[in-house]
T-cell receptor, first 112, second 113 residues
Framework: KAGVTQTPRYLIKTRGQQVTLSCSPI?????VSWYQQTPGQGLQFLFE???????NKGNFPGRFSGRQFSNSRSEMNVSTLELGDSALYLC???????????FGSGTRLTVV | GQNIDQPTEMTATEGAIVQINCTYQ??????LFWYQQHAGEAPTFLSY????GLEEKGRFSSFLSRSKGYSYLLLKELQMKDSASYLC??????????????FGKGTMLLVSP
């Protein structure tokens, strides 16, 4: 079966712009989590959605937001981009948080 | 919150055994995962422990002691392709009542010939 699909794979944006990233989970998975990965901080939890509801949110500013659609696909949005937002953004899906997470290949965002 | 500690880097020789330790502090422990991540790729699931003891899966084994807040990943018969970052992640039931998965910063393992 298809894995977790993230689009786009690479993105270059200018400071102040906004960006939307997309994640399509494994078919049947209703939980989608987003993580930001940087060399200094490792993987940091952004938020988790389950059946279109945000269940958990990490310690990120309000510029980071997300949503989940009825088909479980999820998007995350970052507004007013800053240089420090440059990172690999990873999406992970699971049947439930009680099971293992499968990660997508990520979106590499570069803010210039 | 959570605190997850693991060594930053380790080196080992092809064919050897290496143990990567992970210590954690959490209030609502609900499982521990190990992931492998090669440079430029997504993390891939290696193992899961929720009860104390050793879980073995081929060349990889993972151990958990909940009372000590301690886990290790044991890699046997090391191969060059095992050079990667190994991520310890703790599932914690937070204030929302739902679980989140929090990752350590990873241990970069370099396997040399």
């Amino acid at each position: 079966k298809a894995g977790v699909t993230q689009t786009p794979r690479y993105l270059i944006k200018t400071r102040g712009q906004q960006v939307t990233l997309s994640c399509s989970p494994i078919s049947g998975h209703r939980s989608v989590s987003w993580y930001q990965q940087t060399p200094g901080q490792g993987l940091q939890f952004l938020f988790e959605y389950f059946s279109e509801t945000q269940r958990n949110k990490g310690n990120f500013p309000g510029r980071f937001s997300g949503r989940q659609f009825s088909n479980s696909r999820s998007e995350m949005n970052v507004s007013t981009l800053e240089l420090g937002d440059s990172a690999l953004y990873l999406c992970a899906s699971s049947l439930e948080a009680a099971y293992g997470y499968t990660f997508g290949s990520g979106t590499r965002l570069t803010v210039v | 919150g959570q605190n997850i500690d693991q060594p930053t880097e380790m080196t080992a020789t092809e064919g050897a055994i290496v143990q990567i330790n992970c210590t954690y502090q959490t209030s609502g422990f609900n499982g521990l995962f190990w992931y492998q991540q090669h440079a430029g790729e997504a993390p891939t699931f290696l193992s899961y422990n929720v009860l104390d003891g050793l879980e073995e899966k081929g060349r990889f084994s993972s151990f958990l002691s909940r009372s000590k807040g301690y886990s290790y990943l044991l890699l046997k018969e090391l191969q060059m392709k095992d050079s990667a970052s190994y991520l310890c992640a703790v599932r914690d039931e937070g204030n929302s009542g739902y679980s989140t998965l929090t990752f350590g910063k990873g241990t970069m393992l370099l396997v040399s010939p």
